[in-house]
């Protein structure tokens, strides 16, 4: 079967209905689509069998060296397993990288939600778990931060401004914490230079982040944890009155 004669017509069909049509993107991302579809939706559960090559290749109209390409992208993924001699199988019905792709096309207001709710649990731990040198650390950060510039060097401020944010996500001793924040720090970076872009936005001030510091310092986690969310609700608020909703 040629890939090119049925890229118009990429259609998955289970053992029992048939899935809806495939978007005209690339035949492999399409056919990655459409297996990731069945096993998130629980057609194909963890640990069961997937269909064998050629038999998915004739249900997804495509050739098999695309069948193949996608079960590799998908086994890299840890999302399927491939045993030699025996078949592939689903091994998770979560794909990370598909997750984070997800996440970054979220609108501005997902995101910053979602900068409240890691940013207020990184610092109620923080204030319980923090060391002198986790201290020392903030403090230092907080004064590198400073306040938004009025104009120049935006992107070094945003540095400077996660580079605070993560001192307080290491310095809750939460290892998977610390990690998830990390990687969300690409798209943090990419919204809050939209969010400065736009003046009408506010962005709380170095004295804002300062109360975050006090309050982990003095070991009050439920201080910390208000005013961590101080610091974002105003932009969180803004971004909803301009959504009119």
């Known amino acids: 079967m040629n890939d090119a004669s049925h890229s118009a017509r990429l259609k998955i069909m289970s053992a029992t209905a048939p899935l809806p049509q495939a978007p005209r993107t690339s035949l492999v991302d399409s056919t990655i689509s459409l297996i990731r579809t069945q096993i998130e939706s629980g057609a194909w559960k963890v640990g069961q069998r997937i269909p064998r090559e050629p038999d998915l290749a004739a249900m997804l109209q495509v050739g098999r060296n695309t069948v193949r390409e996608a079960i590799r992208v998908l086994s890299h993924a840890q999302v399927l397993e491939v045993r030699q001699g025996d078949g592939t199988y689903v091994r998770s019905s979560v794909d990370p990288a598909e997750v984070m792709r997800r996440v970054s096309h979220a609108s501005l207001r997902d995101h910053f939600e979602l900068r409240a709710i890691l940013e207020t649990e990184a610092a109620r731990l923080a204030a319980t778990r923090r060391t002198d040198e986790d201290l020392e650390r903030l403090g230092r950060l907080l004064e590198a931060r400073g306040d938004v510039p009025a104009d120049g060097d935006l992107a070094g401020f945003i540095d400077r401004d996660l580079a605070f944010h993560a001192a307080i996500a290491t310095a809750a001793h939460n290892a998977a914490l610390a990690e998830l924040y990390r990687y969300f720090s690409a798209a943090v970076r990419q919204n809050t230079?939209?969010?400065?872009?736009?003046?009408?936005?506010?962005?709380?001030?170095?004295?804002?982040?300062?109360?975050?510091?006090?309050?982990?310092?003095?070991?009050?986690?439920?201080?910390a944890a208000i005013a961590a969310r101080a610091v974002v609700a105003p932009v969180i608020a803004k971004l909803t009155e301009l959504l009119g909703r």
């Open 193 to 223: 230079q939209a969010v400065l872009a736009e003046r009408e936005v506010p962005e709380p001030g170095a004295a804002a982040h300062a109360g975050i510091v006090e309050a982990i310092e003095r070991r009050d986690p439920e201080g």
